[in-house]
Structures are given as C-alpha cells and as structure tokens.
C-alpha cells in the first residue's frame, strides 16, 4: 500500500477505521451503507461495482452493487451506454485507479464515448475515480464513484483506493460465501512484511526494519501476494486483513 494513504492523518484513519468496520458487516446491504456514507464525505454521491467488461455477459449481469441515480442506472441499460463508456473500456486495461477524465477516447473519432461522459455529467457524476481490480485468473472487477465536485485532494484518492477495494471484496464474500479452511497461509515473515505495509512503509524501510535487504522484503509481499490471490500491493494487505493473516 501506497504511503500516501497514511500521509493525511484524517483520511488514513478513516480509511483504516473502514476497513475494520466493513470486516464486520454481516450483509451486502450493510457493506454497501458503510461505504456510502464514506465516499459521500469525500463528496463522491454514486458508486457502482461490477465484473470488467467481456463479450458473453452484459452490464447488468456484471453488476455487483448499484449505487447510481435511478435515472442515470434506467438510461445507462436502456440505451446500451455500456457499449461506448470509456471508463469501462479503460478498466481493461489499467492496473492503477484513475480519474474518469484520464479515461482515454476521441472525442471527434468517439462521439459517442463523449455522450457517454457528458450525459453522466448531467446526472451529477462530472468527476470520477475508478478502481480496477485484476485476478490472477485473467477476471477481474471495477469499483467506479463519482459526484458532482468530490475532493480530490491529498490522501483522498489512496483512501478511495482502499475503501473500494475492501468494500468490494466483502460484498463479493458475502455473496458468495466461500468456504475457507480457515487456516493461515503466510509465514511469519510475510506476515511481518505485509504488517509494515499496512502502517504505509515502503520495501526498503520495511527491509531496514527487519534487518533484510530490500530485494527480499519485495519478494516476501510477492509471495503474500501470490498466496492470498491479490492483485497488488493494497489488494495483498485487504486480503491479509481479510482472512485473518494481519489485524489492525
């Protein structure tokens, strides 16, 4: 995890004081009201997770928790918006969270892709943060808020990183319900490492710390990181937290 999470007192608690709460979230519903109240503080009003785009399944089957306007979530499925959202197209291929405009498209080539863009702006989503999420087994996920002027300011977007990623992963266990054995996978120095990487410290502070090179301490996150699923780093420390391997 970035430790720019950490870097604004008031957000790097809130998202932390998140992440705790939605671990204990008995249902979908609840993860979801958690997460709304969250966003909202940071002026993010809509928010909508869901499976990446692919050629067998259409929007809505790929909808995981919908957040969005009830007009907006009426005109995006009637009229097949999906099909043209740059955003959605982006997810695809990004592996960091980005801004809805850094979405890229031609808007001369693409009028239809800038439709798509003006018209959620006319719902009150004029500025979007996309997290896109990627499996090791080729899926993946997007969890997408939006709002009308939301702060974008220092320590927002990390914390949005984290809230999205973790709000999304417990919706997704509570709807599926995956046994797990309940046994821990990490040994005790991964555990170490991804605990330091919790509290925002980098590679070569965390090697400091325990006394190991930094080229190590990247290769025990990588191995967390293969043995929990994770997609990256922030992903490696939710799914710790998660199943137990780390606490708060």
């Not at 950490?6 to 204990?24: N, Q």
């Amino acid at each position: 995890m970035s430790s720019a999470v950490h870097s604004d007192p008031h957000w790097g608690v809130k998202a932390l004081e998140f992440a705790d709460a939605v671990e204990r979230a008995p249902t979908p519903a609840d993860v979801e009201m958690l997460f709304r109240a969250n966003i909202a503080q940071a002026g993010f009003g809509a928010y909508v997770m869901c499976g990446l785009p692919d050629a067998q399944t259409d929007f809505k089957k790929r909808v995981l928790a919908n957040g969005w306007p009830a007009e907006w979530w009426r005109v995006y499925l009637n009229e097949n918006l999906a099909e043209n959202d740059p955003v959605e197209r982006h997810c695809l291929h990004a592996l960091d969270p980005f801004d809805w405009c850094n979405a890229p498209y031609d808007s001369d080539a693409e009028p239809a892709a800038e439709t798509v863009m003006r018209r959620a702006g006319e719902f009150g989503m004029k500025h979007g943060y996309c997290v896109p999420i990627h499996y090791r087994d080729g899926s993946g996920a997007a969890v997408s808020i939006a709002g009308e002027r939301p702060d974008l300011g220092f320590g927002v977007r990390p914390a949005m990183h984290l809230m999205a990623l973790y709000a999304h992963h417990r919706v997704r266990s509570l709807i599926r319900r995956p046994q797990g054995s309940g046994r821990r996978v990490l040994t005790d120095r991964e555990r170490e490492v991804v605990r330091w990487a919790l509290v925002g410290k980098t590679d070569w502070e965390i090697g400091a710390i325990l006394k190991i090179s930094e080229r190590t301490a990247r290769a025990h996150m990588a191995n967390a990181a293969k043995k929990l699923h994770a997609a990256n780093r922030t992903h490696t420390v939710v799914q710790a937290l998660r199943c137990g391997e780390v606490t708060l």
